[in-house]
């Protein structure tokens, strides 16, 4: 006969650094986690520009008490890679990466986890489980024909692959203003199409002057309160104001247009969200869900204000899962 799989005490899906702090969290109230990602262990980072030096500073980004070394007064992307694989091994947390969660339904006192990994389908049962899962892996699409060939990305690389290129960079804040500077300064030329007619306040306050006399000084080309209707393989073609149609010539495009949460998946858990601004039905105290067992954890606690949750505010989010769930049954209810 074939043996049952083991059931876990807690699957927490979703290997960035909220979601294995989460793990930290249950090892030292004796629990010992299983922490599955889609991508790599903090797959997120791993997708951030080569080059990238973090605006935070390390005791920020720290999680369970572990210093995080750098050379300089912020860490760079290389470090926090290094960084939060060394908490992994520190902390013996049992990690399967490219394993991604397709949906869970609760049966009787466990929860059952449908997994998707490289070898196929699969089934897991777990009596907790913490969705950690961010947003990073779901861009906001333009919805527009050629959205999809070769050389549009959603996410920025590294500029210097640009160099001597026609660059279009659509968006208008923080990531997109950022890409822009770097790819001109790598040698690129770049326009911004941004539907909006002006930016907003929230652009980091040394990027928007900077930007803006670029934009003067013709050095960066922007077409503001202008609409992409469609991509093509040398070009982007956009719609201004006023009703003008114009093609940008383009060996590059970045659609940086920002991300969101997994609703489908979160929608098929049954977790209830609410309709304008997806956020999901949480406890303000222990983060549970209205799904008996299933808590979350993170930036997906704030819907579409993706915003509102970083690695700063999130770090704790375990202590309020697993500090105040310590005296509940593992199904969820009390005691």
């Avoid at 059952?112 to 906001?140: F, I, K, M, Q, W």
């Avoid at 160099?163 to 960079?169: I, T």
């Avoid at 406890?283 to 606690?301: C, F, K, Q």
Wanted: one cysteine or more; a neutral charge; glycine letters at 10%.
């Amino acid at each position: 006969m074939t043996a049952e799989p083991p059931v876990e005490d807690v699957l927490i899906a979703g290997a960035g650094p909220i979601g294995l702090a989460c793990a930290v969290s249950a090892r030292r109230r004796g629990l010992d986690p299983l922490v599955i990602d889609a991508g790599a262990v903090v797959n997120s980072i791993v997708h951030y520009p080569i080059a990238m030096t973090f605006f935070t500073t390390p005791d920020l980004l720290e999680i369970g008490g572990h210093p995080l070394p750098c050379t300089g007064q912020k860490p760079t992307r290389e470090e926090a890679l290094k960084y939060y694989r060394g908490v992994v091994r520190a902390e013996r947390i049992r990690v399967r990466p490219y394993t991604r969660l397709q949906s869970a339904t609760r049966e009787a006192e466990l929860l059952r986890c449908a997994l998707e990994d490289r070898h196929g389908s699969r089934t897991l049962d777990c009596r907790r489980l913490v969705l950690a899962t961010g947003y990073y892996d779901h861009p906001n699409l333009l919805g527009v024909e050629g959205e999809g060939l070769p050389h549009v990305s959603h996410r920025f690389d590294e500029a210097h692959r640009s160099c001597g290129l026609d660059v279009v960079v659509i968006g208008g804040k923080n990531s997109a203003i950022e890409a822009a500077l770097e790819l001109f300064r790598a040698g690129a030329r770049v326009t911004v199409v941004y539907r909006r007619t002006e930016l907003k306040p929230t652009v980091k306050y040394w990027l928007k002057p900077d930007f803006e006399n670029r934009i003067k000084a013709g050095e960066i080309a922007a077409r503001l309160g202008a609409d992409v209707l469609r991509i093509e393989a040398a070009a982007v073609v956009i719609r201004d104001a006023a009703g003008r149609e114009e093609r940008l010539p383009a060996d590059r495009v970045y659609a940086l247009t920002g991300y969101h949460p997994d609703f489908d998946l979160f929608r098929r858990i049954g977790i209830r969200l609410d309709e304008a601004t997806g956020r999901p039905q949480c406890d303000g105290g222990t983060l549970e869900t209205n799904v008996a067992g299933v808590y979350m954890a993170g930036s997906i606690t704030a819907g579409r204000a993706t915003s509102e949750v970083f690695i700063e505010n999130g770090r704790f989010d375990g202590e309020r899962i697993f500090g105040a769930a310590s005296g509940r049954n593992p199904g969820g209810g009390a005691a």
